[in-house]
Structures are given as C-alpha cells and as structure tokens.
C-alpha cells in the first residue's frame, strides 16, 4: 500500500462541473486541517471522496501560507505549525479547505511525528 492516499473531493468535483457547464465561480482554497485518524494497523486508510470531516481531527484549521504550481495542473500548498501547536502528536491526515469551510481535496498518510516548528505541503 502506498504511504499516502489523496482524492480530490466530490464537493470539490461537483463544483469544478458546475463552473464548466454553468460558469458558476470556484471557490479558493484558504486552510489546511490536520488531524491523526488516518491510519489503520500503520496504513492510511481508504478514502472515498465524500468525506467533510477528519476521522480525528487534532488541531483548528491553519491558513494556508503559500502555494506553488508544480505543474500546470497540480500545486503544492504550504501550512505551519507552530512550535507549540501539536507538540509530540502524530499527524496522518490531512484537508485542504476552501473558503466556506469544505473539504476539497483530502489525504491520510503514514504517521509523521510532529517536532517542533514544521512545514506541512499538500
């Protein structure tokens, strides 16, 4: 099994029709939810797009800090975690949020140990 699983969400999908048939506006993407129900017997577990919530979710969503294009269709977001938020917790699942607070894209992944000031990239 790979050490991590991403689906963009249906939400998100829906949307992205709608704005092609419709015209209608995409919403931007704005935070970053962590959270550490993503793995089960040390693998990230399945995901089937329609989620809107963390399994377990560990902290208030963050901001999102910066964003880059990897490649025309596919960029990479930035988040920080502060050095006191998440001390010594495991994170293996993450969101990306859009301004009315859906989920658009959702990931679990293997544990990362939370140390210190750390950089999360979606």
């Known amino acids: 099994m790979a050490d991590q699983l991403t689906?963009?969400?249906?939400?998100?999908?829906?949307?992205?029709?709608?704005?092609?048939?419709?015209?209608?506006?995409?919403?931007?993407?704005?935070?970053?939810?962590?959270?550490?129900?993503?793995?089960?017997?040390?693998?990230?577990?399945?995901?089937?797009?329609?989620?809107?919530?963390?399994?377990?979710?560990?902290?208030?969503?963050?901001?999102?800090?910066?964003?880059?294009?990897m490649e025309p269709a596919k960029i990479r977001y930035t988040c920080t975690i502060a050095e006191g938020e998440l001390a010594g917790e495991v994170i293996n699942e993450l969101a990306l949020v859009d301004e009315d607070g859906k989920f658009t894209a959702i990931r679990t992944m293997t544990d990362k140990q939370k140390k210190r000031r750390h950089r999360i990239c979606f």
């Open 7 to 69: 689906v963009t969400t249906l939400y998100a999908r829906q949307q992205m029709a709608k704005a092609r048939a419709e015209g209608t506006k995409l919403t931007k993407v704005v935070k970053m939810a962590f959270g550490n129900g993503g793995t089960k017997d040390g693998k990230p577990i399945s995901l089937d797009g329609t989620e809107q919530k963390l399994k377990k979710k560990l902290l208030v969503q963050k901001n999102i800090d910066s964003f880059t294009f």
